[in-house]
């Protein structure tokens, strides 16, 4: 059995709706004998006569009548889905919306962000999940809509991405720290007992690649797997956590901050999603709203 011409759909909707071949015609912008012909691929389809002779007009058949609504509906249905998604109203969208990112994006800028989506979509929920690897998987499998971090080799290449800001290291000690006075030099921001984060739980990291040509090494007095965690410690004891300048900016808050006195390089700070989404105006829109919480000085 060969499949049905589904154009004959938009055509049926119209003649239903007019209950006249020469109305149809014109509506559809096709001629009366052109429209006969559609009318009789439609009865031969449906194996009804859909509209009948009644005095000098038709009227449709019981099959009609009941055809006519749900033919209207799928009609507009299809003109729905093929028609470009570029309308959104914010204030009834209702979704979640799962955003991958290291340890104190949501801390430093989950606030904002979540102030900037209550105000404009409320029926918008992030879920915040960390991130503990830089494999694509998540954005492929959807598990994740967006997620933050620097765009390595291991990345998927189909994966969109747009920076957000640049960032760099800086080195954080308690108020009254000996560190927080003083010239800092590299001899002694190495003498201190530092905080080294690694999420792999490596025990060592850039900062001790760039103190090796000086002929210094540090003393890594504890190893942890995130920011935060090493900015809590520095605020309470008398060791150096050396973690990103955005990314624990509000974290930082009452603490010595200063710029390291060695050569370690910038890194950028990028939004990544899967090309699926690209156009989905909702996760557009959320991608707007990250861009501009993130590039506010």
Known sequence: MSAPDLNLLATLDVLLAEGS?????????LSPSAMSRALARLRETTGDPLLVRAGRGLVPTTRAIELRGRVSQLVQEAE???RPADTLDLSRLVRTFTLRTSEGFAENFGPDLIARLAGEAPGVRLRFVTKSDRESTPLRDG???????VVGQV?????RTQALFEDRVVGVVRAGHPLSQGEMTPARYAAGRHILVSRQGLDRGPIDEALEPLGLTREIATIVSGFSTAVVLARRSDLIATVPERHTESLRAGLCSFSLPIPVAAFT???LWHPRLDADPAHRWLRGCVREICRRP
């Open 21 to 29: 071949v020469a109305r149809a015609a014109r509506r559809l912008r």
């Open 80 to 82: 729905a889905v093929l």
């Open 143 to 149: 598990s994740a809509d967006l997620e933050t971090g």
């Open 155 to 159: 990345m998927g290449p189909e994966v």
């Open 269 to 271: 700070v990028s939004l």
